[in-house]
């Protein structure tokens, strides 16, 4: 029968460079800010693999089994073009993690040094007026207001806490 | 509160592209990044300094109440978190 003759395609190369694009294209995830963002290292990091194992499935498939599989030159370029995928989808992971350890940053009851720094308006914010400490110092975030006889409104009310989230900026 | 050593232009456009409602800060030459012990040394752009991420939650006595320090910059806290975390001080 002709059909039995003809030599399969072999798809592991194309499924192992899907999963590298993947292996990085995951990692995208945490700009659309979905719930589960701790899975992505996770994730990203089996994919690549999962790239890895096809690659080298379609390579052996090609030349350890010619007569069933055909492709051995496409299989060799596509693995090579995964590995390196792979490769920098290793580097992102390695470089996402690459964080100095603050071992002498605030810790839970401690206290933390104050501050004065430009809000988007220029004006100057100190944590101590954020905390409410100074008379009538607005509280959201307005602080630069030089009215000396505020209303007492409920917004002068100090707030229990404050949340400084520090941040790697916007670029 | 958010921090970074964007200046205050670059800190109006993103509030304004993403609608973000609460107050940014700037702290271009990083003192009080590193003053808080947060300074990434060249992990910006053209290997500037900027802040690695971190979260606190800081009382009214300035003593913080929680925080939360990633170990990897594609896991940070969700706002969930930060929420729940500040019910707790009520």
């Given at each position: 029968m002709a059909a039995t003759i003809e030599r399969q395609r072999n798809r592991a190369p194309w499924i192992a460079l899907l999963l590298a694009v993947a292996a990085i294209f995951s990692n995208a995830i945490f700009f659309l800010g979905f719930p589960g963002q701790r899975a992505i290292p996770l994730l990203s990091a089996a994919l690549a693999i999962g790239a890895l194992v096809y690659a080298v499935l379609g390579i052996m498939r090609a030349f350890r089994q010619p007569q069933v599989y055909s492709g051995g030159l496409s299989a060799s370029i596509l693995g090579v073009v995964s590995l390196l995928i792979c490769a920098f989808a290793a580097f992102v992971s390695i470089h996402s993690r690459d964080l100095p350890a603050s071992a002498e940053a605030p810790r839970v009851g401690q206290k933390v040094p104050d501050f004065t720094l430009a809000d988007t308006n220029g004006n100057k914010v100190s944590l101590e007026q954020l905390l409410g400490k100074t008379i009538g110092s607005p509280l959201n975030g307005s602080a630069a207001s030089t009215d000396i006889h505020p209303t007492p409104t409920a917004a002068l009310v100090p707030p229990k806490a404050v949340l400084l989230v520090f941040y790697r900026g916007n670029w | 509160m958010a921090i970074s050593v964007d200046t205050p232009e670059v800190s109006r456009n993103l509030a304004g592209k993403a609608g973000y409602t609460f107050s940014i800060l700037s702290d271009p030459g990083a003192e009080t990044i590193r003053r808080y012990h947060l300074l990434h040394k060249?992990?910006?752009?053209?290997?500037t300094d900027i802040a690695r991420p971190a979260e606190f939650l800081v009382d009214s006595n300035g003593e913080v109440r929680w925080e939360n320090f990633t170990e990897d910059i594609r896991i940070r806290a969700k706002a969930d978190e930060m929420l729940a975390a500040a019910k707790k001080l009520q």
């Open positions: - | 060249g992990g910006g752009p053209d290997s």
